[in-house]
């Protein structure tokens, strides 16, 4: 008789983002269906204490240095003690941590997330761990796939699989009526990397501008730049129309509240914010970097700018707020793309298929 199917996500990041968001809606999801999930978080982290207000089984394992038994033996004993059969780690120390504990364990399937679009380390211990220890890498975009095969052609690209995230167009919908007043906006970390430094600059003109319509600039999240931002708010002709909310909980409504979504990063992974603008209806300005144009298609469902360049976004703003009828075109057929591409039942059983799983069966060979 095959051993219970039993899913285990490990992740030891202690800020709460989008792939903290996609664990727990998958595990509460497939707790919903009767699976046994469990989580390892990170002692006194953000996930672990929304795992818990959850009712997800959770293990507060703290994974913080390379390598050590103190780490192995309490992820060991886990692993073993709840029969897990599928381990999916998120960053390359969860991996380096759990990987080992897990095979000692006897798990059959390890997977190693790659949230970011960033390269592999050509080092001979990263080609150890992710070509013996996991049994595959997941993708949530074809360009993290590129970066992969480029910086590691020593992995086999057959062990590299695309799992675009799904997106909730119920819950993500867009608003009844428009904004009173045009607002462009933005969700996601206040660091240079998710394009702060040319928000900023193209707000600049944008606010310069004779409107009759004075447009808002509505900011949400958390992080380094946020002090940057308010002295930057403070330089404006008219600062009142900049509004900086920190970390939103219900992410939909802030976007139902928007005219206009930015998302000018360098790099993402995904690019969830975009895509749940979109369900919402809204036109997405997002650069023309990284996974980014597998979301936003240029002219169709957004618009995509260089990298780094303000005036571009300054202009690609304007263009949107002085044609409404072109915005509101582009988001409804921007909802109808992630509708069709971004479906979640896809993404929940196309991930199972990957963690091993096979209905009625336990774990697959």
């Known amino acids: 008789m095959p051993q219970p199917y039993h899913l285990c996500f490990v992740n030891s990041l202690r800020t709460w983002g989008g792939a903290e968001v996609w664990l727990l809606d998958t595990a509460r999801e497939l707790l919903s269906r009767g699976l046994q999930v469990s ?12 795992v ?9 394992i703290p994974i913080r240095f390379d390598t050590a038994p103190w780490t192995f033996w309490q992820l060991w004993r886990h692993l073993a003690r709840a029969g897990v059969t599928a381990v999916i780690t998120n960053r390359t120390k969860d991996l380096k941590a759990a990987g080992p504990a897990a095979r000692a364990a006897g798990v059959g399937t390890i997977l ?23 049994t595959g890498l997941v993708v949530a975009s074809e360009a993290t796939r590129r970066t992969l095969q480029e910086s590691a052609p020593w992995l086999d690209p057959d062990r590299i699989h695309l799992l675009p995230k799904g997106i909730d167009a119920e819950r993500f919908h867009p608003a009844d009526a428009p904004p009173n007043q045009p607002t462009v906006g933005f969700v996601g970390q206040l660091i240079d990397r998710k394009g702060l430094p040319e928000i900023m600059a193209a707000w600049t003109h944008v606010d310069a501008a004779d409107r009759p319509d004075r447009p808002r600039l509505h900011l949400a999240g958390t992080g380094p730049l946020a002090a940057d931002v308010e002295r930057w708010r403070g330089t404006l002709q008219h600062p009142e129309n900049v509004a900086v909310a920190g970390f939103v909980e219900d992410p939909a409504a ?13 790099a993402e992974g995904f690019g969830l914010a975009a895509a749940e603008g979109s369900a919402c209806g809204l036109p997405v300005i997002a650069a023309r970097a990284s996974s980014l144009p597998e979301i936003v298609i240029d002219g169709e469902t957004g618009l995509l700018v260089p ?12 263009s949107l707020l002085d044609d409404p009828g072109l915005a509101r075109t582009l988001g ?5 793309r992630i509708q069709a591409c971004f479906r979640p039942e896809d993404t929940l059983q196309r991930f199972l298929q990957l963690a091993g799983y096979q209905a009625g069966k336990g774990p697959a060979p």
């Open 254 to 266: 802030f976007l139902r509240d928007l005219s206009v979504l930015l998302m000018p990063s360098h």
């Open 307 to 318: 990298p780094g360049d303000a005036p571009a976004l300054a202009a690609a703003i304007n």
């Open 39 to 50: 989580v390892v978080a990170q002692p006194d982290s953000e996930l672990l204490t929304r």
């Open 52 to 60: 818990r207000a959850a009712g997800v089984p959770v293990a507060a």
């Open 112 to 134: 190693s997330l790659r949230e970011s679009d960033f390269p592999l380390k050509d080092k001979l211990y990263y080609r150890w761990y992710f070509n013996r220890m996991a």
């Open 332 to 336: 409804a057929a921007g909802r109808r």
